[in-house]
């Protein structure tokens, strides 16, 4: 798998030329490994002493344990801070050439036993707004998405690293005739057809990848837990608060929760 090593000058200016490719791009050392550790021991410290509505918990082995934590950047004031970065944007804005702004965040846990998720395009789905009129996933707010993973742990095969395909050149609609009905994963015949590559990450390293990327995860078959934050970025437009609306609609959707969630068991 090709990644890029941000310290180094020659890698850090074929960043763009790669992502302009293949839609994805893994950038090794981007953060100091101190820092994301610091973060990580915060979080679990925050997350052992508090509950609230945007944790959402998975069964392993008969216990429910936490799955994800949505708007994890309200949660903790750090994921905040890491994730409107300085440096975040300016990589954002140097291989998708537009300003971003913050879609939705959240960190994704899978402890040891975790459940893997079907392939998928971020934003690619059909769901029913208050007024059940039907509505084009993420179209609604803008016309073009980015996703960062940055894992707060080494996160590698076994555990259940996240495997993404080089971006599909393919409008929403034809991605969409492509999906199962139910619950908006790719079809099996299309699967077939992907090359899926697998990022690996340390603690430090993050991987950028545009919304027409496919991508799947396993089940965590390993004793060490995979917590990542999983943040989507949208091109800026003249939407008003568009993190804010679409967590209403979100809210408001009259979906069933599977769906609502994309979570795939
Ligand atoms: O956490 C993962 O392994 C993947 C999550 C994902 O693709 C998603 O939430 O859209
Ligand atoms: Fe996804």
Redesign the pocket.
């Known amino acids: 798998m090709k990644f890029f090593k941000f310290n180094n000058l020659y890698d850090k200016n074929k960043i763009p030329d790669f992502y302009d490719e293949y839609g994805f791009v893994i950038i090794k050392n981007f953060f100091s490994k101190h820092y994301i550790k610091k973060i990580k021991n915060q979080i679990i410290n925050k997350v052992r002493n508090s509950k609230n509505k945007f944790f959402y918990f998975e069964k392993i082995n008969k216990k429910l344990v936490i799955r994800r934590i949505e708007k994890v950047s309200n949660f903790s004031l750090n994921s905040k801070k890491i994730i409107n970065s300085e440096k975040i944007h300016k990589v954002i804005s140097s291989i998708e050439r537009k300003k971003f702004v913050l879609f939705k965040d959240?960190l994704?846990f899978?402890y040891p036993g975790g459940e893997?998720?079907l392939p998928?395009f971020?934003g690619h789905f059909i769901w029913k707004n208050k007024f059940n009129k039907k509505q084009q996933g993420w179209k609604k707010y803008s016309n073009n998405f980015i996703?960062l993973v940055i894992p707060l742990e080494k996160s590698f095969k076994k555990n259940?690293?996240?495997y993404v395909a080089k971006k599909n050149k393919l409008s929403f609609t034809k991605i969409i005739s492509r999906l199962n009905k139910n619950n908006f994963t790719v079809k099996k015949n299309y699967i077939k057809k992907m090359k899926f590559f697998p990022v690996e990450l340390n603690c430090g390293d993050v991987c950028f990848f545009n919304w027409k990327c496919a991508?799947?995860?396993k089940k965590n078959y390993s004793n060490k837990s995979?917590m990542?934050f999983?943040i989507t970025y949208s091109l800026k437009n003249n939407f008003k608060n568009l993190r804010a609306n679409y967590y209403l609609d979100k809210r408001d959707s009259k979906n069933s929760d599977k769906k609502k969630s994309?979570l795939y068991n």
Do not use: P, Q, T, V
């Open positions: 959240k994704n899978k893997g998720y998928h971020d996703s259940g690293c996240l991508h799947f995860s995979r990542i999983y994309l």
